[in-house]
């Protein structure tokens, strides 16, 4: 089983329409977690952090389900401008604090 | 703008030439990584510096040196340069471990 797993997708999900995203890690060890969003040929940029009371960002809702090892990312009324890869960001404990990157699900908005 | 900054964007190599990429962040951060992303894979971490000083190996650091010349700089060297090596190389720093990543805006090396 891989580390952090991510539906690779892609989404095409219509403007407006409300889309989800699961991750799943390995290690209940683990501390930290994130959401990072990459466009096409750019560097990942820090979407939000993902607490264990839940989280929200206007549009968009970050959950972690501890038991099931699983943490999502819920985008409401998707903007065209949503469209890009979605990476899971999972840190371990530890002094050094491993983190490993889920390979991104792709979403696309459509007109 | 307060950030990471890599250089240089773009490099063509030929098998068995070196390279250094160079990262610079302003943010104080302590910890400094050099990352790698191929298609279908995720980030892949080379080398990673926790603090000025230190240097320790990542998941794929054969084939690559780093050098953390100060809290600021966190540079990647490429000794002789092999085809498998093209990828898309990524700086990043993190302010602690609760903190995510700021990320350089990346070098695209091609190895011909």
């Known amino acids: 089983r891989k580390e952090v797993e991510q539906d690779p997708g892609p989404f095409n999900v219509p403007e407006g329409a409300t889309v989800a995203f699961n991750c799943t890690y390995s290690?209940?060890?683990?501390?930290?977690f994130f959401w990072y969003r990459q466009d096409c040929r750019k560097e990942p940029k820090l979407l939000m952090s993902?607490?264990?009371s839940g989280n929200e960002d206007g549009r968009f809702t970050a959950q972690l389900n501890r038991a099931s090892q699983y943490i999502s990312l819920l985008i409401r009324d998707s903007k065209l401008s949503d469209s890009a890869t979605y990476l899971c960001?999972?840190?371990?404990?530890?002094?050094?604090?491993?983190?490993?990157f889920g390979t991104g699900t792709k979403l696309q908005v459509i007109p | 703008n307060a950030g990471v900054t890599q250089t240089p964007k773009f490099q063509v190599l030929k098998t068995g030439q070196s390279m250094t990429l160079q990262c610079a962040q302003d943010?104080?951060?302590?910890?400094m990584y050099w990352y790698r992303q191929d298609p279908g894979m995720g980030l892949r971490l080379i080398y990673y510096?926790?603090?000025?000083?230190?240097?320790d190996k990542g998941e794929v650091p054969n084939g690559y040196n780093v050098s953390r010349l100060n809290k600021r700089e966190f540079s990647l060297r490429l000794e002789s340069a092999a085809p498998s090596q093209t990828s898309v190389y990524f700086c990043?720093?993190?302010?602690?471990?609760?903190?995510?990543?700021?990320f350089g805006s990346g070098t695209r090396l091609t190895v011909v």
């Open positions: 990043a720093s993190r302010g602690g471990i609760y903190y995510g990543y700021t």
């Open positions: 290690n209940s060890a683990s501390q930290s």
């Open positions: 993902v607490y264990s």
């Open positions: 960001v999972v840190g371990d404990s530890g002094g050094y604090q491993k983190v490993t």
């Open positions: 943010m104080n951060h302590n910890s």
């Open positions: 510096s926790a603090s000025e000083g230190t240097t």
